[in-house]
């Protein structure tokens, strides 16, 4: 990339387990970011998501490789001399400031004079909505409020680059989704690199440029939202983002044969030659049960339980081989879930283009 | 038995006991002390019944010459009394910090083993320790000994019976009641905001003074307060470390009981002891009222 604003180069970082094992937290990654972009590193607990973040931050030193940010090699800078700010998981608001003076500090430890930092507080206050609570203490705001003070302190000096580590998990559902949006929209503002952290697939896939898909300490996929869910990689991506239905077997280029012998047809791979292992993934909502759908293959299956989420209706049902399957159908559909009873077999019909095919395995 | 009845009843046995015990040997005691000290001193010990401010008058300047004198030595040895107290909290205090610091990043088990030996002295007897202290810092004693085979000193250095005497042997005796709290409040610290701190590009200096400082100060000043008190009041340590030349309050008042057997004027002189420490109190209640935003934050 030539426009990197953080470049990291076979970080590499191991922890010794209470047990005395050494967990590789970062397993050589590489890593670049571009100026602007808003990045999102995915992953399961213990992934190496918070690792990365701190490297980058400065709290977590490296075994090995380097870290340059805007060119300079940050990689023995302590915390407090690297051009990048934190939004805490847990805010981690000084208690005994006012919004105003924990809002402040980050421009007093830079130098700048008061003047200026009061009106650039003030400033940055109104940005998040915040204006006049100057005067507060953390304490006496709601969640969200000490969120969006947590988020003033971190960006009124203008860092390179802001890392968020999983910041709206504490917040409810409706007040996170306000400030995904919120967030995405103050970034294109700000114009600042943000690295956000989360095991939130569904908040990743709404407010990223790109998605880097963590596990093991390395990095699984990079890619845009788009092609992380419509085109993963491997396995673990393919089932870590959405929900899915995995057949492991063999592909011809056009037709996929599944370990069990059911043919899943799929839109032509230039890749495979001769008959290829793979993995192939159909998306839940990829499945309709429509009957005027003739022209499109189907798979039998027995449906085995109907869940009503609200928008849609979750069908779980099993292959006359035994495989289990989700199809999720839309709620507009109701007559044609009516007809369906646990028990009843049922035919499954896809779109071959919808069919995705893996063919690296797990990445090694 | 109806519920509050059967509350008032539980209360009742919960508190009564100490209650009571606080009333019989505290507040009795006390209020024996209250009158003594407006009470005529007997001409051979004992008291008479009858009004008599002179007792204070002698300590502060307003005794009538008939009776008695008023000897400016007293307001000296209370000034003498703050000062030692105050360096006794002052050195306990720079001992401590680090050291709790130091403790509190320690692995459970190690802070558990450091923590039982900050105890270890109570199981001790004081007057024991400070005999051992006479030991070493008498002109016989092992620090001399060792300097004078060494060749560094040719006579023995004048270290027992000196304010630097009483001063360590306070520090001594003291540095657990300045530790715990200490330890307490730095425990409770959360590193998150120091993190924080750091992050938002404030160095190690900044960040101790305006982030672990501000955060740590009710353990400092609840230590103060726990080592000023007994340390004004203390009669042991200057006793066995001061000698006869060092005069604290402590041993003023138990020369006025024991000796001097002037219960009147002990208890005056008590009572101011009990006057300066309610003023310290109010003003550490006064000022911990305000933090205690950040108290109840932090806890």
Not at chain 1, 253 to 264: C, K, L, M, P, Y
Request: hydrophobic share 50%.
């Amino acid at each position: 990339m030539r426009d990197a604003i953080v470049r990291l180069a076979s970080a590499a970082k191991a922890f010794a387990t209470p047990e005395g094992r050494q967990v590789k937290a970062l397993d050589g990654i590489d890593l670049e970011i571009g100026r602007n972009e808003f990045i999102t590193l995915l992953g399961p607990f213990g992934c190496g998501k918070t690792t990365l973040l701190q490297a980058i931050s400065g709290f977590v030193e490296l075994d090995a490789g380097r870290i340059m940010i805007d060119g300079e090699d940050m990689t023995d800078r302590p915390p407090y001399r690297r051009p990048v700010n934190t939004v805490f998981q847990n805010y981690a608001l000084f208690p005994h400031m006012s919004v105003g003076e924990n809002t402040a500090y980050a421009l007093e430890a830079a130098g700048v004079g008061k003047t200026e930092r009061i009106e650039r507080v003030r400033a940055m206050l109104k940005m998040v909505g915040l204006e006049g609570m100057e005067g507060r203490l953390p304490r006496q705001l709601s969640g969200g409020q000490q969120q969006r003070v947590a988020l003033a302190r971190a960006i009124v000096a203008r860092p390179k680059v802001l890392l968020l580590d999983e910041p709206l998990s504490a917040l409810d559902r409706h007040l996170r989704e306000t400030m995904q949006l919120e967030l995405k929209n103050l970034q294109h503002e700000l114009g600042i690199t943000f690295i956000f952290v989360t095991h939130d697939q569904q908040e990743a896939l709404t407010m990223s440029d790109r998605v880097a898909v963590l596990a093991e300490g390395r990095i699984q996929q990079l890619d845009t939202p788009r092609q992380i869910y419509d085109h993963p990689q491997n396995t673990f991506v393919a089932s870590f983002i959405g929900a899915s239905n995995l057949f492991e077997g063999s592909s011809d280029g056009r037709t996929f044969v599944t370990s069990e012998g059911t043919a899943i047809l799929h839109a032509p791979a230039a890749a495979a030659e001769g008959r290829e292992p793979a993995v192939a993934l159909i998306r839940p909502e990829s499945f309709f049960l429509a009957s005027s759908a003739d022209t499109c293959p189907a798979i039998d299956v027995t449906v085995e339980q109907i869940v009503y989420v609200g928008s849609s209706f979750e069908v779980f049902a099993r292959t006359t081989s035994g495989r289990k399957l989700m199809a999720q159908i839309p709620a507009s559909q109701r007559g044609a879930i009516g007809q369906l009873n646990a028990g009843q077999s049922a035919r499954w019909h896809y779109d071959p283009a919808s069919v995705h095919l893996i063919t690296t395995r797990e990445a090694a | 038995m109806n519920i509050v009845a059967r509350r008032r009843l539980q209360l009742g046995l919960l508190l009564g006991p100490v209650t009571l015990f606080l009333l019989v040997f505290f507040l009795v005691p006390l209020g024996i002390m209250v009158v003594t000290s407006f009470l005529t001193p007997g001409l051979y010990g004992g008291v008479e019944w009858s009004f008599y401010p002179d007792n204070f008058g002698r300590i502060l300047g307003f005794a009538n010459p008939e009776f008695e004198e008023y000897d400016p030595v007293y307001i000296g040895i209370f000034l003498r009394s703050i000062r030692i107290a105050a360096m006794t909290v002052g050195a306990t205090l720079l001992v401590c910090y680090p050291a709790a610091f130091y403790i509190s990043r320690l692995p459970d088990r190690w802070k558990n083993f450091c923590l039982f030996l900050i105890t270890l002295p109570f199981f001790s007897s004081l007057i024991v320790r400070l005999f051992v202290w006479v030991m070493i810092l008498r002109p016989t004693g092992l620090v001399n000994n060792t300097l004078m085979a060494t060749g560094i000193i040719s006579a023995p250095l004048e270290m027992i019976y000196t304010d630097g005497a009483i001063i360590l042997g306070m520090v001594y005796v003291f540095i657990p009641f300045m530790f715990m709290p200490i330890y307490a409040s730095i425990e409770k610290l959360d590193w998150r905001l120091v993190q924080a701190s750091l992050d938002l590009g404030a160095g190690p200096i900044r960040t101790f003074l305006r982030i672990i400082l501000p955060l740590t100060a009710p353990g400092i000043a609840g230590g103060s307060v726990i080592v000023f008190i007994p340390a004004l009041g203390n009669f042991v340590v200057p006793a066995v470390l001061g000698g006869a030349k060092v005069m604290m309050l402590g041993n003023l008042i138990e020369g006025q009981f024991l000796s001097a057997r002037n219960w009147p004027f002990g208890s005056a002189l008590a009572m101011m002891v009990m006057a300066v420490m309610l003023v310290l109190l109010l003003a550490y209640v006064i000022l911990s009222g305000r933090r205690n935003a950040t108290a109840a934050l932090t806890a």
